[in-house]
């Protein structure tokens, strides 16, 4: 299971960290990634962190999101700086490659 927070309505050039709690599964041994998803489109990988701590991003986002992952409290994080209205989406966390069960997501609004 993965339960995302952090979400928010943040303005053009802002930052946000959203954080996910995941349980279920030996969260220590798993890569996990961030995705978001917006209406009318398919869910896109933006950042992914492997079990060693290799990170690779989107081009949609390299340069301003921060994947991290804290292995004792079974969470991952996403720092976004110099937020777009673009990144408005929801976003979600789970494993790379993707379980088939999904938290509710967090919605973000970059928005002036």
């Known amino acids: 299971q993965f339960a995302e927070t952090g979400g928010g309505l943040v303005q053009p050039g802002g930052s946000l960290r959203l954080s996910c709690v995941a349980s279920?599964?030996?969260?220590?041994?798993?890569?996990m990634a961030w995705y978001r998803q917006t209406p009318g489109s398919e869910r896109e990988l933006i950042a992914g962190?492997?079990?060693?701590?290799?990170?690779k991003y989107a081009d949609s986002v390299s340069g301003r999101f921060t994947i991290s992952r804290d292995n004792v409290r079974n969470t991952a994080y996403l720092q976004m700086n110099n937020l777009k209205p673009e990144d408005t989406s929801v976003y979600y966390c789970?494993?790379?490659?993707?379980?088939?069960?999904w938290g509710q997501g967090t919605r973000v609004t970059v928005s002036a």
């Open positions: 789970n494993m790379r490659p993707s379980s088939a069960s």
């Open positions: 279920g599964f030996d969260f220590n041994m798993r890569s």
């Open positions: 962190i492997t079990n060693r701590d290799e990170v």
